[in-house]
């Protein structure tokens, strides 16, 4: 009995001893682990810190619908890189927002003006006018193309001698025709951009869009609403145009103030000042001349009147009347 209790405490003995060996053994070997453990957890903060983008930031309040200057962005390091943002300021610069974007945004492509009002430049306004396969050159025009606008004015039944059909403005561009337009996006194969161009070409254009200088926006909008407009195509390495020194301006619709006694006398109308004088329809029909022959007319009318007064018999065959009726002339005796 006392051997059996004896062997039982030296089991129990060895058993401590063997387990106070292995906690010695874990107590070494604990450091390492956790050191290896801290290792990627420091490696992963500083891959956070890595990973940053450039992003172009207003530095200042950008109003809509104005310009935007060098000055009033920058390149800042963000953690994001929002969809669509810029990583260079000089992209941005120029650009046009189409809401207010305040201090500290990121300017994005989609906050900024886009499509075919930037295909129009300084001075052209872009205009849409009625068209069909006919005018459109049996709807072989293509946005980017150069056309010359000739325009058809038909007199009534009895006058057709006097229709008349002339060059109306030369070498413009078009900026869309139909449902295709020069800021379309390309395809992104050329058998898909073969098929769009067809599938273009084969549907019926309404309309025409053509970039015009401002001050011609008027001549074109009253001949499309007098007249009928014809698109002639031509080759873009075509520079020739009608020179304007050879034909007489024609008359504005609103006639400018008059200029007081010691101011300096005004130059020409231009751009915007010409297109708020306008255009009227019988001018641009008989080139200003009905505007000229007025005075004329009020001055035969009163001589007529006084002839009248003073002689009314003495006159051959009776007094004459000079009847204008839109752009013809008749005179009558009675």
Do not use: C, H
Not at 3 to 32: E, H
Not at 35 to 59: E, F, L, M, R
Not at 132 to 139: F, P
Not at 210 to 225: E, H, S
């Amino acid at each position: 009995m006392i051997n059996l209790t004896k062997i039982i405490a030296a089991i129990l003995v060895l058993l401590a001893l063997a387990l106070g060996g292995y906690a010695w053994m874990l107590g070494r070997q604990a450091p390492p682990k956790t050191a290896v453990t801290a290792a990627p957890i420091s490696d992963q903060a500083k891959g956070q810190q890595a990973n940053t983008y450039p992003v172009v930031v207003a530095t200042k309040p950008l109003p809509a619908g104005q310009v935007i200057a060098a000055d009033a962005l920058r390149v800042e390091q963000l953690t994001v890189n929002p969809a669509g943002a810029f990583q260079d300021a000089a992209a941005a610069v120029g650009r046009v927002p189409v809401l207010d974007l305040s201090e500290g945004t990121p300017v994005m492509e989609n906050q900024l003006v886009s499509g075919l009002a930037l295909r129009v430049g300084e001075g052209e306004r872009a205009v849409a006018i009625k068209a069909d396969e006919i005018m459109g050159v049996g709807n072989k025009i293509q946005p980017g193309d150069l056309v010359d606008v000739f325009i058809t004015l038909k007199s009534d039944g009895k006058d057709v001698d006097r229709s008349q059909a002339r060059l109306l403005l030369s070498r413009k561009r078009v900026l869309a025709f139909g449902s295709s337009s020069v800021d379309g996006l390309p395809s992104k194969t050329a058998d898909k951009q073969q098929q769009q161009q067809q599938v273009q070409r084969t549907e019926a254009a309404r309309t025409a869009v053509l970039a015009v200088p401002v001050d011609d926006v008027n001549r074109l909008t009253i001949g499309d609403a007098t007249g009928r407009l014809m698109l002639a195509l031509r080759n873009p390495n075509d520079m020739a145009e009608p020179d304007p020194k050879l034909f007489a301006d024609l008359p504005t619709a609103l006639q400018p103030a008059s200029i007081r006694p010691g101011e300096p006398r005004r130059p020409p109308l231009e751009g915007l000042d010409r297109a708020q004088a306008g255009l009227t329809a019988v001018d641009l029909v008989t080139g200003g001349k009905s505007i000229a022959a007025r005075p004329a007319l009020t001055e035969a009318r009163t001589i007529s009147a006084g002839a009248r007064t003073a002689q009314p018999s003495t006159a051959r065959g009776g007094l004459q009347v000079e009847v204008i009726r839109g752009d013809r002339s008749e005179t009558t005796s009675y």
